[in-house]
């Protein structure tokens, strides 16, 4: 489904887009965050979780390949797949075994076939004009769900 992107000219819209997606999200849930080096993936994924109420530390798993955060609502597992070399390195990981909480995902692409029907992609980048934007797309129950936040 088609969804108009959304300008980020600045850090502050960014930590707006959070706080509209936050709300939004519940068990079981995949949002993946795409785009080239710098486009500001963990920015958005550390947004979203300090709107879900973290207040600590938030580093980015690229060396660790996983974080896991405790949100009055439900886990977040934060994931870096970028040093990922084949789909299946995502079983140590324990990636088939999260079903109590929120997976967002930081270089979806390198987990192939395993991501699930069921998600929402952020495709960050920069448009024609040089500003910063997200590109929503929905699938599965995203389609129903989606209110451009």
Same mark, same amino acid.
């Given at each position: 489904?088609?969804?108009?992107?959304?300008?980020?000219?600045?850090?502050?819209?960014?930590?707006?887009?959070?706080?509209?997606?936050?709300?939004? @999200?519940?068990?079981?849930?995949?949002?993946? &965050?795409?785009?080239?080096?710098?486009?500001?993936?963990?920015?958005?994924?550390?947004?979203?979780?300090?709107?879900?109420?973290?207040?600590?530390?938030?580093?980015?798993?690229?060396?660790?390949? @996983?974080?896991?955060?405790?949100?009055?609502?439900?886990?977040?597992?934060?994931?870096? &797949?970028?040093?990922?070399?084949?789909?299946?390195?995502?079983?140590?990981?324990?990636?088939?075994?999260?079903?109590?909480?929120?997976?967002?995902?930081?270089?979806?692409?390198?987990?192939?076939?395993?991501?699930?029907?069921?998600?929402?992609?952020?495709?960050?980048?920069?448009?024609?004009?040089?500003?910063?934007?997200?590109?929503?797309?929905?699938?599965?129950?995203?389609?129903?769900?989606?209110?451009?936040?």
């Amino acid at each position: 489904m088609p969804v108009s992107p959304i300008p980020l000219p600045d850090l502050a819209a960014v930590e707006r887009l959070a706080q509209k997606l936050a709300p939004l @999200l519940k068990v079981g849930d995949m949002l993946t &965050l795409e785009g080239p080096l710098g486009a500001g993936k963990t920015t958005l994924a550390r947004d979203i979780l300090r709107a879900l109420g973290i207040t600590g530390d938030v580093p980015s798993p690229t060396f660790t390949l @996983l974080q896991t955060y405790d949100t009055a609502r439900f886990p977040v597992y934060h994931f870096d &797949l970028y040093r990922l070399k084949h789909e299946s390195e995502l079983d140590e990981l324990g990636w088939d075994d999260i079903t109590d909480g929120v997976t967002l995902v930081e270089w979806p692409e390198k987990a192939g076939v395993r991501l699930p029907k069921d998600r929402l992609t952020l495709r960050l980048g920069v448009d024609a004009n040089g500003q910063r934007q997200c590109e929503p797309q929905l699938f599965g129950s995203w389609v129903q769900r989606w209110s451009q936040p």
